[in-house]
């Protein structure tokens, strides 16, 4: 009797989308798969913080305390990341991420990263350009927010 198992394969979306089938492949194995229970955090508000998140399915919550009440500063869905700036340049989080559904990511760290550069410079030229396109429209969202403010 023959079986065959699938391993989890990252998709060609969000920021991985430059990436072709083999890099995706290759690149998924320098970080790691994880399922994410219901309100399980995968970052932690002022917790040191060096990993990027890529969801592969289910929904998360980012919150954050301000002046001793949660804030949810929006919901994080497949497709998308978390941990980019943290993965660039390791600090504390600045937000608490958790999950609302029963979810699926891919987590590397920094050191893992790295190694990936290394390795693939040109398909980790592609990640790290689709890392800086997600800090950019992100930047541009809390400009924009900012701007809202004070023009009100």
Do not use: C
Request: proline share 5%; charged share 20%.
């Amino acid at each position: 009797m023959s079986s065959s198992f699938s391993s989890p394969k990252l998709p060609a979306q969000g920021i991985l989308e430059p990436l072709g089938d083999e890099d995706r492949d290759i690149l998924s194995g320098y970080g790691e798969f994880l399922p994410v229970q219901p309100e399980h955090t995968i970052t932690d508000e002022g917790l040191d913080q060096n990993s990027l998140f890529f969801i592969l399915s289910g929904k998360f919550h980012a919150t954050s305390m301000r002046a001793g009440h949660m804030v949810l500063l929006g919901t994080i869905g497949k497709g998308e990341t978390v941990g980019e700036i943290n993965l660039l340049d390791p600090a504390k989080a600045s937000a608490t991420v958790t999950a609302v559904e029963f979810s699926q990511v891919w987590r590397i760290d920094g050191p893992s990263l790295e190694h990936f550069i290394n390795e693939y410079p040109k398909a980790a030229a592609w990640l790290l350009i689709g890392i800086g396109k997600t800090i950019a429209r992100r930047l541009r969202v809390v400009n924009e927010k900012i701007t809202a403010f004070y023009s009100a």
